[in-house]
């Protein structure tokens, strides 16, 4: 299934578990964990580290979280400002996680 992914270094990820709220919502980036992933297109201008949109972000070693939480009511808005600072990039979770089992 295709949809939009932040993509998160673990330094990244740590942050934005740091706002989680005590009793939730919570976030918590999955590790992308298929051998070969390949890279994406940021597709966010506002990214720190990718001021222009349209950069390639390498997928290895990185963790994704869901860009439809910054549009969901019960996550934190300081939790959503933080998020729309890190690039997104519609991804293939057949691509970027390994099969289960």
Do not use: C, H
């Amino acid at each position: 299934m295709t949809q939009d992914w932040f993509i998160l270094t673990g330094a990244e990820r740590t942050a934005a578990m740091a706002y989680n709220p005590p009793g939730g919502p919570e976030i918590d980036p999955r590790a992308v964990d298929n051998a070969s992933p390949g890279v994406a297109i940021n597709l966010n201008p506002d990214a720190t580290n990718y001021p222009d949109g349209g950069e390639v972000v390498a997928l290895v070693g990185k963790y994704v979280a869901p860009r439809r939480i910054v549009n969901d009511v019960t996550y934190p808005a300081d939790m959503k400002t933080y998020l729309l600072t890190l690039p997104f990039a519609p991804l293939d979770s057949d691509t970027i996680f390994a099969p289960a089992g």
